[in-house]
């Protein structure tokens, strides 16, 4: 079965500073999109960045990258000049084994100190 | 675009009852899928939608159901409630022109069964 894995219950950067946040995850697949979300003390999820597995090149939007290890299995998420607003929780995700269902991993608290 | 919107926010319900939440999926988006978020089992697929069929189910007994309507509108029912059935319910939707491709998610309606 499709598992994601995020090994990091809880993290806290400085503001300003850089923050990795891991995640493997277990696919038979040839065909499939990461996903990291973003969910606030709101709770609305918030897509942060996507990345296609058939890229090579890793993904990156404004102040967030990601690293893609296609043969480890491993999608990291790279957060830098953290901001008091990126606190929240962050879940890696990847498509199943059918169609369009997606399969989160537990999730990483992410906290921002001033 | 206006996002996903989902209704009602929040919901209390006493056990034995049913309850039908409402997802408006973001205009030209085709496919919608749902997911109960809880603090013991995380994040889990429930079913997706696409052209008024279920394209895709979870491992959801079958007291939870869904339907989609031709303007993509979903509506997700679960009957005889349980106290376990006490969790964020999250509706996610995307173009649906491929397999697989990338979920905006709703803000959540907040069920709450005593």
């Known amino acids: 079965a499709q598992t994601v894995t995020q090994s990091q219950p809880e993290m806290s950067v400085q503001e300003a500073e850089t923050v990795t946040l891991s995640c493997t995850y277990d696919t038979s697949e040839s065909d499939y999109y990461l996903f990291w979300y973003k969910q606030p003390p709101s709770r609305q999820m918030i897509l942060v960045i996507r990345?296609?597995?058939?890229?090579?090149q890793n993904a990156t939007e404004n102040r967030f990258s990601v690293n893609f290890q296609k043969a480890a299995k491993s999608f990291s998420l790279k957060i830098s000049d953290s901001q008091l607003g990126d606190a929240a929780m962050y879940f890696c995700a990847s498509h199943g084994e059918y169609g369009n269902k997606l399969v989160f991993g537990a999730g990483t608290i992410l906290r921002v100190k001033s | 675009k206006a996002g996903v919107t989902q209704t009602p926010r929040y919901l209390i319900k006493t056990r034995g009852q049913q309850v039908t939440l409402s997802c408006s999926p973001i205009?030209?988006?085709?496919?919608v899928s749902w997911y109960q978020q809880t603090p013991g089992q995380g994040l889990q697929f429930l079913f997706e939608?696409?052209?008024?069929?279920?394209?895709n189910k979870g491992n959801f007994p079958g007291r939870f159901s869904g339907r989609q309507f031709s303007n993509s509108r979903s509506e997700m029912n679960v009957s005889t409630l349980e106290l376990g059935d006490s969790a964020l319910y999250l509706c996610?939707?995307?173009?649906?022109?491929?397999?697989?491709?990338?979920?905006?998610f709703g803000p959540g309606t907040r069920l709450t069964v005593l």
């Open positions: 990345q296609e597995a058939y890229k090579q």
């Open positions: 205009s030209g988006h085709r496919s």
């Open positions: 939608y696409f052209s008024e069929t279920q394209r």
């Open positions: 996610a939707s995307s173009l649906g022109t491929g397999e697989k491709d990338t979920q905006y």
